[in-house]
């Protein structure tokens, strides 16, 4: 009986987390509102909320730092990881073959309020925070709790959607129309990192990697 009231629970949290998450994310349909980076902060939180109210043990948390070495050794994990590298260099490449040099120019506007190029050891330390808040919230909680109720895919590409859309800046409407699908894919790897991992740190990892290259290829080619 306690274990049906503790799912119930579990479950309440979790569409109630995620309804909240999809309704910040929506005011995205203003591509200046900032409304939408908060649903980061209530993923984070539920996230939390639903492992303590379930007594997750800590061998089967979505967030755990003790088992990363083994984690990275499961089958497909690595190249999973290393994956957000490749696609973010052909992304960025593809996106301003197809739109003229504009596309690089997009993604600046759109992180450079974010994120302080000109200061290098702070970029670094935002990158990582960054990619470390958002896995928490859209691995960890949206997809990892949201998977204990409907199937795996379902979560993984209502979650990716989420995400990308969180993702929308102004420009033309090709320009973003690229700009969030590439991040829609994006997500789907972080998403099958995490399944094939069932840590979040590990996908944060990747979601590091992916960033980071992806900067680095700015700053050096484009």
């Known amino acids: 009986m306690k274990n049906q009231q503790a799912k119930k629970k579990d479950t309440a949290l979790t569409m109630i987390g995620g309804a909240i998450m999809m309704m910040l994310t929506a005011t995205k349909i203003v591509p200046s509102s900032n409304i939408a980076g908060y649903s980061v902060f209530v993923g984070i939180a539920f996230f939390f909320i639903v492992e303590a109210v379930a007594k997750t043990p800590n061998a089967e948390s979505g967030l755990r730092f003790h088992t990363i070495v083994e984690d990275l050794k499961k089958p497909g994990v690595i190249a999973w990881v ?4 490749v696609s973010g ?13 504009e596309f690089t120019a997009h993604v600046m506007g759109r992180t450079g309020s974010i994120l302080s190029f000109d200061q290098t050891a702070l ?12 896995e928490i919230a859209y691995r960890g909680f949206f997809l ?3 998977a204990k109720i409907l199937p795996f895919w379902l979560c993984a590409v209502v979650s990716s959607a989420v995400f990308a859309a969180g993702h929308i800046a102004a420009g033309s409407m090709g320009l973003v129309a690229y700009d969030v699908a590439t991040v829609f894919i994006d997500s789907l790897i972080f998403s099958v990192t995490y399944q094939k991992s069932g840590n979040c740190v ?5 979601h590091i990697l992916g960033n980071t290259i992806s900067l680095v290829a700015v700053f050096l080619f484009f």
């Open 82 to 85: 290393l994956l957000p590298g």
């Open 89 to 101: 260099i052909g992304t960025l490449v593809i996106g301003n073959l197809i739109f003229s040099g």
């Open 123 to 134: 970029l670094i330390g935002q990158v990582i925070i960054g990619a470390f808040g958002e």
């Open 144 to 146: 990892g709790k949201g």
């Open 202 to 206: 590990i996908s944060t990892l990747s």
